[in-house]
């Protein structure tokens, strides 16, 4: 189906007024919330898809980092934002999923108050440790996790952030005991991390790899259940040390439930054009990145499932950010 015919679809439903409305929809800027802090992936992503998303639109896509609580206050700014398309949300496994367990009182209810828009892409987090470590492997880091039951130390962009989820995936399935240290952002963790006042993290690719790069931090592996062609030297937690094991970040964009049809069709048709793009899709993968066009549709079930699947893991694990 086009995107002609998705539009066509959805305002079938809508009253006059509201088509009207609609047709001239977007006259004015629209605010893509990012509830992290600059520097981290779901920040990347968002700025990557704004610049995509307003040459399209003809009206800019302004950027606005609300962060604190784990991604809650920002992701309950949209939630409360009138459903008219100009607040969205850059979400991510997070946010629209993790919170759930992770904050008894959240705000908000990623199913009840987001429509879901877009997915963007998912991201491999990589396990990143001080170079200064004697660390070169991920079995050698087990190994020795195992033999000091505690002693070492992982960063975090906060609690509910990606890399916590993943690194509480990661010791589920390792059975290791390490002390969390969370941070307002991935940047500051990892400013830690390269200063050596905190051992390891798991952090998005495109955050970590520059890092890698330079050599101020070292890759062991990778949390994707098979390596990735745009980082093939770095295995996978997987074929190490947890067979099996699978915790891959998704980031996608979502509007406050009730947006319109027609609306969602736009935004959904705009952004799944953008990462059929070559150039985009390369640029995405440079960093890590795989790109996943998808239907509002299939991200919403996409969502539906992850807040199950992590649920169960955060309640096992009894972790809670308050």
Not at 39 to 53: H, I, K, S, V
Not at 140 to 159: C, E, M, Q
Not at 174 to 192: C, F, I, K, Q, S
Not at 306 to 318: F, H, K, N, Q, S
Request: charged share 15%.
């Amino acid at each position: 189906m086009n995107r002609r015919t998705l539009l066509a679809a959805g305002a079938a439903t809508l009253t006059p007024f509201a088509l009207r409305a609609q047709e001239s929809w977007p006259n004015r800027p629209i605010r893509l919330i990012v509830p992290f802090p600059p520097g981290a992936a779901n920040d990347t992503l968002g700025r990557a898809m704004a610049d995509q998303l307003a040459p399209k639109l003809g009206q800019p896509v302004v950027v606005e980092n609300r962060a604190g609580a784990g991604g809650a206050i920002g992701s309950e700014q949209v939630a409360r934002a009138p459903a008219d398309g100009y607040t969205l949300l850059l979400g991510h496994i997070g946010t629209l999923a993790v919170n759930v367990a992770m904050y008894p009182r959240l705000p908000y209810n990623p199913v009840r108050d987001f429509a879901p828009v877009a997915m963007i892409a998912t991201t491999p987090n990589v396990l990143v440790v001080n170079p200064q470590l004697p660390f070169r492997d991920m079995q050698s880091f087990v190994a020795y996790a195992k033999a000091n039951p505690g002693k070492l130390r992982y960063g975090t962009a906060g609690n509910g952030s990606a890399g916590h989820t993943v690194m509480l995936a990661f010791l589920h399935a390792t059975g290791l005991n390490l002390e969390h240290v969370p941070y307002r952002g991935l940047a500051p963790a990892l400013n830690d991390l390269v200063a050596g006042h905190v051992d390891v993290t798991w952090g998005g690719a495109p955050t970590v790899m520059p890092l890698v790069r330079e050599n101020r931090l070292r890759a062991l592996g990778l949390s994707s259940p098979q390596r990735v062609a745009s980082l093939p030297g770095i295995p996978t937690a997987a074929e190490t040390v947890a067979p099996g094991f699978d915790a891959v970040p998704w980031y996608g964009i979502a509007a406050p439930a009730g947006t319109p049809a027609p609306i969602i069709a736009r935004l959904n048709a705009e952004i799944n054009a953008s990462l059929n793009s070559p150039a985009v899709a390369e640029r995405l993968r440079q960093d890590g990145a795989e790109p996943a066009p998808t239907t509002p549709e299939a991200f919403g079930r996409l969502i539906q499932s992850e807040v199950t699947r992590w649920g169960e893991l955060i309640r096992a694990a009894g972790v809670t950010a308050n």
